[in-house]
């Protein structure tokens, strides 16, 4: 099992362009995460989905940002247009059901900053 | 509303000696609650949880956490540090048993010394 796939580890962007940030979840999980962390706020959910549908995503910052799950192997987060202030590690998790006997195992994250 | 506080930003241990980690939460619900750690450059691993029975869960690599109600705790321990134990460690709460909304608390960066 590879685990949860981010890419790319880093991405560094001028303030103003779009910015994609990818997630492959484990094989066989139903529900996805997109979490964001950063000094000031820490870990924040954004955004979850269950059987590729978006479940919750009062998280969500702003309308800059959207999330996508098009098939059960991929989801994108997208930032369009990035600011500085979206400067962050983002990272996606993934979890075979939801409910605290389902742990979520969470990639190595994607670095963004925002220049 | 659930929410976990984490005392204290950084710790430092000596290797060998007694990690302790401080968690309190507060929940409106009985509550469920958990610790991961974060290695450099790494995503979150679930180091422990507890969800209902016994107080005294254990975990992976040593660590262990007791769950005190009267005094809304759940501090995470393990007896003898490892230069390994180096990580970000995060306390979390649920709001139910099935709901995965975690609120996490700011982190404990642990730095061993030799």
């Known amino acids: 099992d590879a685990g949860v796939i981010q890419s790319p580890r880093h991405e560094v962007t001028e303030m103003g362009q779009e910015v994609t940030l990818r997630c492959k979840p484990i094989?066989?999980?139903?529900?996805l995460f997109w979490y964001r962390q950063t000094m000031m706020r820490g870990l924040e959910l954004l955004i979850y989905?269950?059987?590729?549908?978006?479940?919750?995503d009062s998280g969500m910052p702003e309308d800059r940002f959207s999330a996508k799950m098009p098939n059960a192997s991929f989801s994108t987060l997208k930032i369009q247009p990035s600011e500085p202030r979206d400067s962050a590690v983002y990272f996606c998790?993934?979890?075979?059901?939801?409910?605290?006997?389902?742990?979520?195992?969470f990639g190595n994250g994607t670095r963004l900053t925002v220049t | 509303a659930q929410s976990v506080t984490q005392l204290g930003s950084h710790v430092s241990v000596s290797e060998g000696a007694l990690v302790l980690l401080r968690c309190n939460y507060s929940?409106?619900?009985?509550?469920?609650l958990f610790w991961y750690v974060q290695y450099p450059n790494q995503g979150l691993q679930l180091l422990l949880k507890?969800?209902?029975?016994?107080?005294l869960v254990k975990g992976i690599n040593g660590f262990e956490a007791e769950f005190k109600k009267s005094e809304t705790s759940f501090h995470l321990t393990k007896p003898s540090a490892h230069m390994s134990d180096a990580a970000e460690y995060f306390c979390?709460?649920?709001?139910?048993?099935?709901?995965?909304?975690?609120?996490f608390g700011a982190g404990t960066t642990v730095t061993v010394r030799a």
């Open positions: 998790a993934s979890s075979l059901r939801t409910g605290v006997n389902s742990p979520l195992h």
């Open positions: 094989s066989g999980h139903d529900y």
């Open positions: 989905f269950n059987n590729n549908v978006p479940i919750d």
């Open positions: 929940s409106s619900v009985p509550p469920y």
């Open positions: 507890y969800t209902t029975g016994a107080t």
């Open positions: 979390a709460v649920s709001r139910g048993s099935n709901d995965y909304k975690l609120s």
